[in-house]
């Protein structure tokens, strides 16, 4: 008996559907989530071997690795092809919150899986929680490294399949499909799962393009201009905090004149104007702490009279107290009888020679120092 023709009709359309089905899947996936994956796997094997031969005399850890990974595959494929299916009923009777990130997600299966081969005397000894145990664990995961046991890129194809089993919302992998070769091929340039490598000199590492930006932030070795302006042509960023605290010549630094009383902070570069422009105010600060008994109308007249004096460039040249101390004196030596009238009717009394009342210039050593 001939199908009816609606029947025929619909088969027709689904066959026509099933043939119009994309048939190109891109599958790229974020590298960096499937790399932590693959990374986790080893471990994750070695303690399933690890807690379960512990007390047996008769199996080592060693001898049943290879059927352990054999079966950690085949239970890892499936609970994360019936993730969906768990996840509908995991939704309808909510017990606690889940993680929706591929690798929680993973690691929970993994976990599981090193449960369910603990053996009985692991279960009921104090073995889980000892210190032997854990170094028992990297001792395995050490050996299977060295004799490349599980090699890292069939760890990271099996750790792509997982995701995409468990990533549901499609955040870590593409989901997009093509009819043709040709429009996928013009897809992967374009797509935001594609790997990149960074440019940077120095830089070996690989990201997705969705990525690019956040690694572009924190590249160690991305050349950036320097974090206190200085005039230079770009510090790498791993090296940006040494080159402020050093080299920069925009550093703060203490003025040479800190010690007698001057309080400013200046840029390394800018010392020098910052010492000739405050000159009055060094040499007030360097006259009151060698002439701490003199009145302040006296030490007035004192500076009035140096200023003026032909001899005040030796002043104006002095970087430092120890130096700015030198040069008052020399240039009070050169001063004419008449010149120092004021001086010497404001200081007839003899200027104090204790050292806890007179530093003399030796005190001052005028180190420039950074700020703290």
Not at 168 to 196: G, I, V, W, Y
């Amino acid at each position: 008996m001939d199908a009816p023709a609606a029947d025929m009709e619909l088969e027709h359309k689904k066959i026509e559907t099933e043939e119009k089905s994309p048939a190109y899947p891109c599958g790229l996936c974020d590298t960096e989530v499937v790399h932590k994956i693959a990374q986790m796997l080893l471990p994750g094997l070695a303690t399933a071997c690890v807690d379960s031969t512990t007390g047996d005399i008769f199996r080592t850890a060693a001898s049943v690795a290879v059927d352990m990974r054999k079966e950690l595959i085949e239970y890892l494929t499936q609970r994360s092809e019936t993730f969906v299916a768990d996840t509908v009923i995991l939704e309808e009777h909510p017990a606690e919150e889940v993680s929706d990130h591929p690798y929680d997600i993973i690691s929970d299966f993994v976990e599981d899986f090193a449960t369910l081969k603990r053996n009985l005397w692991g279960r009921v000894s104090g073995w889980l929680l000892s210190e032997r145990r854990e170094d028992r664990i990297d001792d395995i995961v050490q050996e299977m490294e060295l004799t490349k046991f599980w090699l890292i890129d069939r760890r990271q194809a099996l750790a792509q399949t997982l995701l995409k089993n468990v990533d549901l919302k499609n955040t870590f992998h593409c989901d997009m499909k093509f009819n043709t070769a040709e429009e996928l091929e013009n897809h992967a340039p374009q797509c935001r799962f594609r790997s990149m490598i960074c440019d940077n000199e120095g830089c070996n590492a690989i990201f997705i393009a969705d990525h690019m930006e956040k690694h572009d932030m924190t590249c160690p070795f991305k050349i950036i201009p320097c974090e206190q302006k200085c005039p230079s042509d770009g510090i790498m960023r791993r090296d940006m905090d040494r080159h402020c605290l050093t080299v920069c010549p925009m550093k703060l630094v203490n003025c040479p004149f800190y010690q007698v009383g001057c309080q400013s902070t200046i840029p390394q570069c800018a010392m020098d104007e910052h010492i000739s422009d405050s000159l009055h105010d060094h040499l007030l600060h360097v006259l009151q702490s060698t002439r701490r008994e003199t009145s302040a109308d006296k030490l007035k007249a004192l500076m009035e009279q140096l200023e003026k004096s032909p001899f005040s460039s030796q002043l104006a040249a002095a970087r430092d107290p120890r130096s700015l101390i030198s040069a008052v004196k020399a240039v009070e030596a050169k001063l004419e009888p008449s010149e120092m009238e004021v001086v010497n009717s404001s200081f007839g009394e003899q200027a104090p020679t204790s050292s806890s009342a007179s530093p003399s210039a030796e005190d001052y050593h005028g180190q420039n120092g950074d700020v703290n």
